[in-house]
């Protein structure tokens, strides 16, 4: 009988201000890690290019400390009035998935905001914190809710309902 290799999932609410990431067991969804990689606005000076290819890079390096096996993206829809926003996230998620998919991450699946909170709530237009509460209820409390400031967790809380979402899908 072979070894199967444990399934461990990350994934990935992806922003270039405070990217959130979570890490779960794949066989039974526990809580392994979660946290963002907050950028300043003060870092890198302004460069986009600069806080892409780091958020990538840390990225790659989360997956290789916990011998990720699968990976989920959150595939952004941007309304026409924040077209700037959506050049950026679009950049911002070439460049991990990139990066993740040269350095032997070939199982990235990708899932807008409403088909994952579909899957892991019921409610595919699930609110903010309505997604947050969800989370704390069934993975992990995260505490208060925080969406603007210094304890921002709304992306956090987004990352562990994706990453519960391909446990969902994994295991069905």
Known sequence: MQNEKKKIIMSLDLSIQSTGV?????DNAEVIAYDNIPIGSKEFNGDEMKKIIHIAE?????????EVTHIAI?????????????????????????????????????????????????????????THKWVCDNMVDLGEFHSRGKNKNDDIADALGLAYCLYKKLNK
């Open 58 to 66: 840390t990225v790659l390096s989360i997956a290789n400390g916990y």
């Open 74 to 130: 959150e595939d952004s829809y941007v309304d026409k009035k924040y077209q700037g926003t959506g050049k950026t996230l679009a950049r911002l998620f070439g460049a991990v998935y990139i990066t993740l998919y040269i350095n032997g991450y070939t199982l990235i699946y990708t899932y807008t905001p409403s088909q994952w909170k579909k899957i892991t709530t019921g409610i595919g237009n699930k609110s903010k914190e309505g």
């Open 22 to 26: 979570a890490v779960i067991d794949g």
